[in-house]
Structures are given as C-alpha cells and as structure tokens.
C-alpha cells in the first residue's frame, strides 16, 4: 500500500536547517560568534574631550558571511546622544571574523560595546 501523491525530492537538502543563504542568526546560535579583525580608530568628539566626558556606546550590528558591517542599531549610549554618531560611523569601517555555525560563515545580529576614554 503504497501513499499517492507522496515522493522524496532527491534534491531537497538534508540540514536542518536547509538553504541558510537567507537566514540571519545571532551570536548566541552560533557556533562561533563573530570577533572584531581589523578596528580604525574613532575621532573622539571635541566638545566631549573638551568637557571631560567619557561613556559608552551598545550597538547590534548585522555582520555579513565576509565579516562586513551592513547594518548598526544603538540600542544604549551612555550620555545618551555625545558618542553615537561617531559610534556608528566608526563601527562600519571595522572587519570582523565571521561567525561560523556548521563550518560555514553565515550572516549574523551581535552586539559590540566602545568605549570612550580620556586617555
């Protein structure tokens, strides 16, 4: 007895997860998550230099298979506003080792904290 209308695809893909060519993970899932290779430096803003100011910025950041930023979300600036725009500007120019899952680099969200200190 047989199932009508029922057949294997000798093409389909046995992963589990399938074709991850369109798939965007996080740095939690994968095996290997992404790490910074290659950082420019970041102008400190002159009026927070002048002011003495230090703090922080948390960005997500959609990191490519090549290592490549494509996309950046503040998600915590401390002041709010004094070093984001250089932030942001800064963190497209860095490159990452990609992260890995299943041997393959694949593209993914993870977070990155700078810091602004006077030296």
């Known amino acids: 007895m047989g199932l009508g209308g029922f057949g294997m695809d000798s093409s389909m893909d046995d992963g589990l997860l399938g074709d991850t060519s369109n798939v965007v993970m996080t740095a939690d899932t994968v095996d290997v998550a992404p790490k910074p290779a290659t950082r420019t430096a970041m102008e400190y803003p002159k009026k927070a230099r002048e002011l003495g100011v230090e703090g922080h ?44 899952y299943q041997g393959k680099a694949v593209k993914v969200w993870a977070k990155q904290k700078v810091r602004f200190t006077l030296n």
Request: glycine letters at 6%.
């Open 57 to 100: 910025v948390v960005m997500n950041l959609l990191i490519d298979e090549e290592g490549r930023v494509t996309a950046v979300k503040v998600l915590e600036s401390i002041p709010e506003g004094t070093f984001d725009d250089v932030a942001q500007a800064g963190i497209v120019s860095w490159v990452f080792k990609p992260a890995m």
